[in-house]
């Protein structure tokens, strides 16, 4: 298993943020899923709040909804295939850890397994389900982080659609203009 | 002034998703402002729908709360120290198109102006204010987009906390694996 440590949850802003694929694992009625996601967004540091919208289409849908729980899981470039695979299937006709040979862990917080090839994992439980009905947005209360160490920063995976990824590219340090921490 | 072109409303992710650093104009009783923005997602493809989290604390907030209207601007590494910059000051004291030697363009739907120093221009009206109130969540509408044609791809500014940003790196191209367009 890669080795992970505990992170401060109202900081995983440094790896959400700049807008990764993620992989969000979820767990109802004993039934595991995976799903690929796009669209988040941090809304608050503490709480440590995460807004993510999660089409009803997706199997994973009704399952976090109805076991209030997930982990957002951060794949890297290593896992684009799987990332993208995954994205192309259903968890109706699929059992994902086992199709795509992907290993679960036990979470700290949340029922819900981790995937331990990703490099991060943010255990949620749903905070706010008051746009869940009208946008199928969620609003997620990360209550426990863990992270690689190893490399000091991910390779992640960013969509563009029509099956384009871009990673990570050079880094841009601009702290000396920041008046304030943020 | 920079040649831009229209571009369909319900492909903005393609900009939008990989989760860039974007600048927040508005106007609301003649005086306009700018703001730094990293927290927002993509909500829907049509009607083209954008969250955006802008903390109360932004003299922005209440014009655009009162305006109804914004315009998302996509700024590149060439701008990183004044993306830096205009997160760093308020609109309250200060004139930020004419201390950034920024240009106003007019937008075509809305009457808060664009960026011409940006690679596109969203321009955006208030759908939504249920989340305002509880999160600063403001859903919007994007009404029109304008962008470059040139470069194809655009360096944008993706940013992880403590006055670091991460430019965009290498194209990962799994459009075969997709069985869907998305």
């Known amino acids: ?3 992970k440590y505990a992170f401060p949850v109202e900081q995983i802003r440094r790896y959400l943020e700049p807008g990764p694929v993620v992989l969000l694992s ?30 009803a289409g997706n199997h994973s849908f009704s399952m976090i909804r109805e076991s209030g729980e997930c ?10 295939d799987t990332v993208a695979r995954i994205g192309n299937c259903s968890g109706n006709e699929t059992d994902k850890f086992a199709e795509f040979s992907l290993t679960p862990v036990k979470s700290k917080k949340v029922a819900a397994p981790a995937i331990d090839e990703c490099y991060a994992h ?22 426990y982080a863990r992270v690689q160490h190893e490399p000091l920063w991910p390779e992640t995976l960013h969509y563009t659609g029509d099956g384009l990824f871009r990673t990570d590219g050079e880094f841009i340090d601009r702290h000396p203009l920041f ?4």
């Open 179 to 182: 008046t304030k921490v943020s």
């Open 71 to 80: 982990v957002i899981n951060l794949p890297t470039r290593e896992l684009a």
């Open 1 to 3: 298993m890669t080795k």
């Open 122 to 143: 943010f255990e949620c439980r749903l905070h706010d389900d008051v746009l869940v009905e009208s946008y199928n947005f969620f609003i997620f209360e990360v209550v």
């Open 26 to 55: 979820s767990l109802h009625r004993k039934e595991s899923n995976i799903m690929t996601l796009g669209w988040h967004t941090i809304l608050e540091f503490s709480p440590s709040l995460v807004g993510c919208m999660i089409s």
